[in-house]
């Protein structure tokens, strides 16, 4: 269809030829350069079998991913359905406005004015110290916690836009109609407003548990010796060792997974008990 | 596309050329422009000393920066023809040559080369096939760096394993780095230990001092700076810097086990068009009259050259803590199969992972 | 309740602008090592000022992100559109195909991109950038808008053409005005995507022409110093400004009046 072509054509010149490229060095011994003789072989792909501590590193991303995005929706949805019911035009404009500008600041920058603000003696710190003096320090920095702290609050905007939209789209008759039958609000949203905000709560997930899984930077700059993660493996392999086919392999292996995943959720709720109330 | 550099390099040569033979009572030379591929602010960019240099011979300096080594060989190997001088690791420079990515150089065409400290002159990581492929330019070690006051009468690298320091580390987060400590600390040679497990053991035993592992000069100071740690691996160079420009409180120690020697060289890709000006370039590099404002104003490694060294004045801290007879005391990082490099590149890997 | 929603939203906000805070309160600090306590000046952005490399690169960041934002939607909208009206053999595997992009480290992606243009002659460049940062943007406008798509009601055009409306009016008058605020969502993730993208932006950056997130990424090594901060804190007030600006024009958050 023309209307698919345009969109798909870019991302094959720009994205999928050049990941098959990527994917055939995966199956090579070393990166293809010099005069190496070219030698193919599947032992990137046995990584995992070979180094038995990338099963923990893998763990360890995914259960990031699955903190940062549950972290994002408890707190992105009910957001989006203050920001959708809760405020009218002006103050609206405003709040929404504001939860978008962050997406324009330098995300380095933003990772780095963390580390100020959780590091022993920062800002928390010293606000915590200048109410309670004798309370021991606070030093968040350098832990597991500031990593997910700092991808939350990375990853937040995107889950709230995403559910905004499907929650803003939510027909006034139907909550009233529930609100005149006698439902009180929590009925009213497990059976009305979660059901509804389902399309825009996957579609945030997928935009934050698929990039998180590889990242790099905030376990990098807030984890300190913690901040191993699947995406500082496959980076080390590149910026250190010189090993693209494991590193390459690392991402497709990644790459699956994250396929499988989506694979099943998608199916899950698709087929599940919301679907026939979705257009 | 890719040769946008080296072709408007081309045209200026041409040009230039062309203007030179119209113009027989042209005053100075025309304008060349070479590409110089290194670390940046890694001494190559100082712009006293460039626009100085091309005052005097008319050739104009532009760069590019890598943030790896790694990324320096991708870089040369993808863009030939773009780069015609390149800073590389002695460690490295084999690496790069058996890929046919530099050409030899000849030290005779090099005034300068003559005060070249001999050992690094002739260090054998810099030859191949009994040619020269890099002009060794600076030097300098990876030791111990500790909170001057705090931490007193350090002089060994075990203090890495004292409980006194827990959570008060900072690694480097270098494979060679790392695995060479490991290797002092287990009385090793850094470049072809033997017993690898012995040091992935040493390493792991670090864990519980482990805070962070840092890797850039900036990041070091930042987090210096914040009191993070009180112990760490640190460049002998930036140790200069951080104490004299940035008045922090730290103490560069040579521990008893030895510390780790590094080389960086000057080298020329191969299908560089200007190799002619590249070598006036990197001769202007090693001369003493670039290096000693350099020291001065910015802070500098240790220079090959033992006669720029001389004359710092010996209140120098970088004089003071560069001494000679480290040259023929240190172990040099150098050369090694890939094989090895992709060993150590495993364990150190294994090593991060265990910290977690 | 809707107090309950408010106190919720503000406190949301308060989280949001905490670093952010710090971070312009940090271009104020005299000290290049970011430490406390604070010492007051405008040092920084006098750097900044003179410091025509960092503005080259700020500036070649908003065009390249323009135009990324532009192209990224108008591409996007149309795949979105396409996938969600009929289903077709395939079209699971083109949703599939849109996670590579986003999935993949853009670590792995941008040396793959380096290595590809290199090989095909496309070579590196603010070209290559936009080549590279609208493909990163692509899957995130699908994605947006077809979230959209999915909670616009398909009996409403239909309503529209059984009334008497062609396909494509219904189109032009009732689909895309409801999709309107999708759209403006998904560029704003695309501009976004290519105001941050450093990594890809790295790796295809020619030397002397970058982008503001390589700069700095690039400075990681040398050192950055609260110049960055200034900035990124001029960067942030231009941008409240012309999204103010837009949003007075197009009234974000008047959606629900239309139904």
Request: proline residues 6%; neutral net charge.
């Given at each position: 269809m023309a209307l698919l072509a345009p969109a798909y054509l870019w991302l094959t010149l720009a994205v999928f030829l050049p990941l098959a490229v990527m994917l055939f060095f995966s199956f090579l011994h070393a990166a293809p350069f010099g005069h190496r003789p070219l030698i193919l072989t599947l032992e990137q792909y046995r990584a995992f079998l070979q180094r038995p501590y990338l099963l923990d590193v893998a763990w360890r991303s995914i259960s990031l991913a699955l903190w940062t995005t549950g972290l994002c929706a408890a707190i992105g949805l009910p957001a989006a359905v203050a920001l959708a019911r809760a405020t009218r035009g002006r103050s609206r404009q405003v709040l929404?406005?504001?939860?978008?500008?962050?997406?324009?600041?330098?995300?380095?920058?933003?990772?780095?004015?963390?580390?100020?603000?959780?590091?022993?003696?920062?800002?928390?710190?010293?606000?915590?110290?200048?109410?309670?003096?004798?309370?021991?320090?606070?030093?968040?920095?350098?832990?597991?916690?500031?990593?997910?702290i700092g991808l939350t609050h990375a990853y937040l905007p995107y889950m709230i836009l995403t559910c905004y939209l499907s929650v803003s789209a939510i027909d006034d008759a139907l909550i009233e109609a529930a609100q005149s039958m006698g439902a009180r609000v929590p009925v009213i949203f497990a059976k009305i407003v979660l059901p509804l905000s389902l399309p825009g709560l996957m579609s945030g997930a997928i935009l934050i548990f698929?990039?998180?899984?590889?990242?790099?930077?905030?376990?990098?700059?807030?984890?300190?010796?913690?901040?191993?993660?699947?995406?500082?493996?496959?980076?080390?392999?590149?910026?250190?060792?010189?090993?693209?086919?494991?590193?390459?392999?690392?991402?497709?292996?990644?790459?699956?997974?994250?396929?499988?995943?989506?694979?099943?959720?998608?199916?899950?709720?698709?087929?599940?008990?919301?679907?026939?109330l979705r257009a | 596309m890719t040769v946008k550099i080296?072709?408007?390099?081309?045209?200026?040569?041409?040009?230039?050329?062309?203007?030179?033979?119209?113009?027989?009572?042209?005053?100075?030379?025309?304008?060349?422009?070479?590409?110089?591929?290194?670390?940046?602010?890694?001494?190559?960019?100082?712009?006293?000393?460039?626009?100085?240099?091309?005052?005097?011979?008319?050739?104009?300096?532009?760069?590019?920066?890598?943030?790896?080594?790694?990324?320096?060989?991708?870089?040369?190997?993808?863009?030939?023809?773009?780069?015609?001088?390149?800073?590389?690791?002695?460690?490295?420079?084999?690496?790069?040559?058996?890929?046919?990515?530099?050409?030899?150089?000849?030290?005779?065409?090099?005034?300068?080369?003559?005060?070249?400290?001999?050992?690094?002159?002739?260090?054998?990581?810099?030859?191949?096939?009994?040619?020269?492929?890099?002009?060794?330019?600076?030097?300098?070690?990876?030791?111990?760096?500790?909170?001057?006051?705090?931490?007193?009468?350090?002089?060994?690298?075990?203090?890495?394993?004292?409980?006194?320091?827990?959570?008060?580390?900072?690694?480097?987060?270098?494979?060679?780095?790392?695995?060479?400590?490991?290797?002092?600390?287990?009385?090793?040679?850094?470049?072809?230990?033997?017993?690898?497990?012995?040091?992935?053991?040493?390493?792991?035993?670090?864990?519980?001092?482990?805070?962070?592992?840092?890797?850039?000069?900036?990041?070091?100071?930042?987090?210096?700076?914040?009191?993070?740690?009180?112990?760490?691996?640190?460049?002998?160079?930036?140790?200069?810097?951080?104490?004299?420009?940035?008045?922090?409180?730290?103490?560069?120690?040579?521990?008893k086990e030895g510390a780790i020697g590094w080389l960086d060289g000057l080298s020329m890709p191969v299908a560089s068009k200007k190799k002619d000006a590249a070598l006036t370039f990197i001769n202007f590099m090693i001369d003493p009259k670039f290096y000693l404002p350099w020291a001065a104003q910015a802070g500098a490694p240790a220079s090959a050259n033992q006669a720029a060294m001389a004359q710092l004045p010996d209140s120098d801290l970088s004089k003071q803590i560069h001494k000679p007879e480290y040259l023929t005391k240190l172990q040099f990082m150098g050369p090694m199969p890939d094989e090895r490099r992709q060993a150590f590149a495993n364990l150190w890997e294994e090593v991060k992972a265990s910290y977690a | 309740m809707a107090q309950l929603g408010r106190a919720w939203l503000l406190a949301v906000v308060v989280f949001l602008y905490l670093p952010i805070a710090v971070m312009i309160v940090m271009a104020f600090n005299a000290s290049p090592l970011y430490a406390l306590p604070i010492q007051p000046s405008l040092i920084w952005f006098d750097t900044l000022a003179s410091d025509t490399e960092l503005l080259d690169a700020t500036r070649n960041s908003l065009i390249i992100a323009m135009f990324t934002a532009v192209i990224a939607t108008a591409l996007g909208s149309l795949a979105a559109i396409a996938l969600a009206r009929h289903a077709f053999r395939g079209r699971s595997l083109l949703r599939l195909l849109l996670l590579p992009p986003i999935a993949i480290p853009w670590l792995i992606t941008g040396t793959a991109m380096l290595v590809f243009f290199f090989w095909t002659g496309i070579g590196r460049g603010l070209h290559a950038m936009l080549i590279g940062h609208v493909a990163l943007a692509i899957p995130y406008v699908v994605i947006v808008i077809g979230t959209g798509l999915e909670t616009l009601r398909a009996d409403l055009d239909e309503a529209a053409m059984g009334l008497g409306s062609t396909p494509l009016h219904a189109f032009f008058a009732i689909t895309l005005p409801l999709l309107a605020p999708s759209i403006i969502a998904a560029a704003l993730f695309a501009f976004a995507v290519s105001l941050d993208q450093f990594v890809v932006s790295y790796f295809l950056a020619e030397p002397g022409v970058t982008t503001l997130p390589v700069e700095i990424y690039s400075s990681i090594r040398k050192g950055f110093t609260p110049e960055i901060n200034a900035i990124s804190t001029i960067f942030l007030g231009v941008s409240t400004l012309l999204v103010l600006l837009f949003a007075r024009l197009s009234n974000l958050g008047g959606a629900r009046g239309r139904r």
């Open positions: 929404f406005l504001l939860i978008v500008l962050p997406f324009w600041t330098n995300g380095l920058v933003r990772i780095f004015s963390w580390t100020m603000v959780l590091r022993e003696g920062g800002i928390l710190d010293l606000a915590l110290h200048a109410v309670l003096p004798s309370a021991p320090h606070f030093a968040l920095l350098y832990s597991y916690p500031a990593i997910v698929v990039p998180v899984i590889g990242c790099f930077m905030e376990p990098r700059i807030l984890g300190g010796r913690v901040g191993v993660t699947m995406g500082t493996v496959i980076e080390d392999q590149f910026t250190q060792a010189f090993n693209w086919p494991l590193g390459a392999a690392l991402s497709f292996i990644m790459l699956a997974v994250v396929l499988v995943i989506f694979g099943l959720t998608s199916r899950a709720v698709t087929t599940g008990p919301t679907a026939p | 080296s072709r408007r390099g081309l045209t200026t040569l041409v040009g230039s050329g062309l203007a030179l033979s119209f113009a027989p009572h042209v005053g100075h030379a025309a304008t060349t422009e070479i590409t110089v591929l290194n670390w940046k602010g890694y001494g190559t960019d100082e712009p006293t000393a460039l626009r100085a240099f091309a005052a005097a011979t008319g050739i104009v300096v532009k760069h590019d920066y890598f943030n790896s080594e790694p990324e320096m060989l991708t870089k040369l190997q993808t863009n030939p023809g773009a780069y015609d001088v390149v800073l590389i690791n002695s460690a490295r420079t084999q690496q790069a040559q058996s890929a046919e990515l530099i050409a030899p150089i000849d030290l005779a065409a090099l005034p300068n080369a003559k005060d070249l400290a001999p050992t690094l002159k002739n260090s054998p990581s810099l030859q191949a096939g009994g040619k020269t492929y890099g002009v060794s330019w600076v030097w300098g070690m990876n030791s111990l760096a500790v909170r001057d006051g705090k931490v007193v009468g350090a002089d060994s690298f075990t203090i890495f394993l004292d409980p006194k320091y827990v959570g008060r580390l900072a690694l480097l987060d270098d494979t060679a780095t790392a695995i060479g400590i490991g290797a002092l600390l287990t009385s090793q040679s850094i470049n072809d230990p033997k017993d690898l497990p012995a040091i992935g053991a040493k390493l792991k035993a670090m864990k519980p001092n482990v805070k962070l592992l840092w890797s850039s000069e900036d990041e070091w100071n930042k987090a210096f700076a914040a009191d993070a740690f009180d112990i760490s691996v640190y460049w002998s160079g930036a140790a200069v810097r951080s104490k004299v420009r940035h008045k922090l409180p730290v103490d560069f120690i040579i521990p | -």
